[in-house]
């Protein structure tokens, strides 16, 4: 079963990331990473439902975790 609610998790969470003036694309990158994988592991399925979706470095994160691919 899946969890929506992750993106409500996820959206407020990720854009204090991306707004942090302090941290690199990379270390932006792999704290998405994190959140990510945590709610994944809570069975959040509605990624591409978030706010933050097209963002260039969420979508970085996202193939690094294996939810997009090259293919698509």
């Known amino acids: ?4 609610s992750g993106t409500d998790v996820f959206d407020p969470v990720a854009e204090a990331i991306l707004n942090h003036n302090h941290l690199t694309a990379d270390e932006k990158v792999a704290l998405l990473v994190v959140l990510i994988n945590a709610l994944w592991n809570k069975d959040w399925d509605c990624q591409d439902e978030s ?3 097209q963002h260039p470095l969420v979508q970085r994160a996202m193939r ?3 939810y997009i691919t090259d293919d698509e």
């Open 1 to 4: 079963m899946g969890w929506c």
């Open 51 to 53: 706010e933050h979706w």
């Open 64 to 66: 690094e975790v294996g």
